[in-house]
């Protein structure tokens, strides 16, 4: 049994920071969550409810992904790695199973009570670890006393919720949200925790790696499905190429640009965490789109032929425009780089209107990738 230490905040230069294979094991179980996520998403897109879809997606990727960001922020100040920190970050990952469990349930019928004890499971465990730091740490008792009565004080608003209505409704699960995000902002006011900034940026990598393998693993179901229905076609064969080269891509354009540089403070870090919201949901969204393109060429969706378009093309122009937004706009690439960006996302949404969407974004993003890669060979990024 590894020994007890003593939970002081870690050194925010400290040298070859990088990722503990506890975390790594972490991040397997959300993916688990994620891709039940992904497969609701393109099974409800394909039958044609649509509000429905977006709904039950939006909201339950929003628990996944937060329970995952507090525990990777906290975990980059106050990994102690000791057999306390790892029993209850395995309840944590405990946690995920029942939120992966209750899922469809919330895609089908709005009850998201199973759901939620998912999600009280991993946040109680992070007040648990923060009023560990609270005691541990004077220098930032402060800052962790406020994140455990916040994490605390927002179950309660769960807790009321679907105890008095047993499923929710989008503007009260909203209200919940805007209080979890508020909880950093209100904990960090005055007092930072000792994040590591090139850690933040591998542990996020890391993730966007996991979600896009996701997404091949998803794509190759539902290629083999399409396949088992209609054998090999000219179809298929493009429509596999497309999807690769749109993975491909995507992965080129987030890791090409240095993002360590730019997460320099609060101001900069909490909207740069906040917003891989969108890119993290466009990536898993990504999976159910191309699903969807597959079952409507196998005749088994309820959608036209450029709404089937639009389920890949939306993720792969939200993702385009919020990674310019967090990692590219930053560096200040110049003009060219931006309109790039803009023409690309614009191109993105027009491929839905045409016979094939797959090739088309398939051709625009790679197409963006060559044409940043020339643009950026000739500017020297500001910092």
């Given at each position: 049994?590894r020994?007890?230490?003593?939970?002081?905040?870690r050194?925010?230069?400290?040298p070859h920071?990088a990722?503990t294979?506890?975390?790594?094991f972490?991040?397997?179980?959300f993916?688990?969550a994620?891709?039940?996520?992904g497969?609701q998403l393109?099974h409800a897109?394909?039958a044609g409810?649509?509000?429905?879809?977006l709904?039950g997606y939006?909201?339950a990727?929003?628990?996944i992904?937060w329970?995952w960001?507090?525990?990777t922020?906290?975990?980059s100040a106050?990994?102690?790695?000791d057999?306390v920190y790892?029993?209850i970050?395995?309840?944590?990952?405990?946690?995920?199973?029942?939120?992966?469990?209750g899922?469809?349930?919330?895609?089908?019928?709005h009850?998201?009570r199973?759901f939620?004890?998912?999600?009280l499971?991993?946040?109680?465990?992070?007040?648990?670890?923060?009023?560990?730091?609270a005691?541990s740490d004077p220098?930032?008792?402060?800052?962790a006393?406020r994140?455990?009565?916040?994490?605390c004080?927002?179950?309660?608003?769960w807790?009321?919720?679907?105890?008095?209505?047993?499923s929710?409704l989008?503007?009260a699960?909203?209200?919940g949200?805007?209080?979890?995000?508020a909880v950093p902002?209100?904990?960090e006011?005055?007092?930072r925790?000792?994040w590591?900034?090139h850690?933040?940026a591998?542990?996020y990598?890391?993730?966007?790696?996991?979600m896009?393998?996701?997404?091949v693993?998803?794509a190759t179901?539902?290629?083999?499905g399409?396949?088992?229905?209609?054998g090999l076609t000219?179809t298929?064969v493009?429509l596999a190429?497309?999807?690769l080269?749109i993975v491909?891509?995507l992965?080129?354009?987030?890791f090409?640009?240095?993002?360590p540089a730019?997460l320099t403070?609060?101001?900069?870090a909490?909207?740069?965490g906040?917003g891989?919201y969108?890119i993290?949901?466009?990536v898993?969204?990504?999976s159910?789109g191309i699903?969807?393109?597959l079952a409507f060429?196998?005749?088994e969706?309820?959608l036209?032929?450029?709404?089937?378009?639009l389920?890949?093309a939306?993720?792969v122009?939200l993702?385009?425009l919020?990674?310019?937004?967090l990692?590219?706009?930053?560096?200040?690439y110049?003009?060219?780089d931006?309109?790039?960006f803009?023409?690309a996302?614009?191109?993105?949404?027009?491929?839905?209107?045409a016979p094939?969407a797959?090739?088309?974004i398939a051709?625009?993003?790679?197409?963006?990738?060559v044409?940043?890669?020339?643009?950026r060979?000739e500017?020297s990024?500001?910092?």
């Amino acid at each position: 049994m590894r020994q007890l230490r003593t939970m002081r905040a870690r050194a925010t230069d400290e040298p070859h920071r990088a990722a503990t294979p506890l975390e790594l094991f972490f991040d397997l179980f959300f993916v688990v969550a994620v891709s039940f996520a992904g497969s609701q998403l393109g099974h409800a897109l394909s039958a044609g409810h649509l509000s429905e879809a977006l709904i039950g997606y939006l909201t339950a990727f929003f628990a996944i992904w937060w329970a995952w960001m507090n525990f990777t922020w906290f975990a980059s100040a106050y990994d102690t790695d000791d057999w306390v920190y790892r029993v209850i970050t395995l309840v944590q990952m405990s946690g995920v199973l029942v939120l992966a469990a209750g899922i469809a349930r919330a895609f089908e019928h709005h009850d998201y009570r199973v759901f939620w004890v998912g999600f009280l499971v991993m946040r109680l465990a992070m007040a648990t670890q923060w009023l560990r730091a609270a005691a541990s740490d004077p220098g930032h008792r402060r800052v962790a006393l406020r994140y455990a009565i916040g994490i605390c004080l927002a179950q309660v608003y769960w807790l009321v919720l679907f105890v008095s209505w047993g499923s929710t409704l989008i503007a009260a699960f909203a209200l919940g949200a805007v209080i979890e995000l508020a909880v950093p902002v209100w904990a960090e006011r005055g007092t930072r925790t000792n994040w590591h900034p090139h850690h933040i940026a591998e542990r996020y990598g890391l993730f966007t790696i996991i979600m896009v393998g996701e997404n091949v693993m998803a794509a190759t179901i539902s290629l083999r499905g399409a396949l088992s229905a209609q054998g090999l076609t000219p179809t298929l064969v493009t429509l596999a190429i497309g999807s690769l080269v749109i993975v491909f891509a995507l992965w080129w354009i987030y890791f090409d640009p240095d993002t360590p540089a730019i997460l320099t403070s609060n101001r900069r870090a909490i909207p740069w965490g906040y917003g891989h919201y969108l890119i993290f949901a466009a990536v898993g969204g990504l999976s159910a789109g191309i699903e969807v393109v597959l079952a409507f060429v196998t005749g088994e969706s309820a959608l036209t032929r450029s709404q089937a378009g639009l389920a890949i093309a939306i993720p792969v122009a939200l993702f385009l425009l919020v990674v310019w937004a967090l990692h590219i706009r930053p560096h200040r690439y110049g003009a060219a780089d931006t309109a790039a960006f803009l023409i690309a996302a614009l191109l993105v949404l027009l491929s839905a209107l045409a016979p094939s969407a797959i090739p088309l974004i398939a051709v625009v993003v790679a197409g963006l990738v060559v044409a940043t890669m020339l643009i950026r060979r000739e500017v020297s990024p500001a910092r």
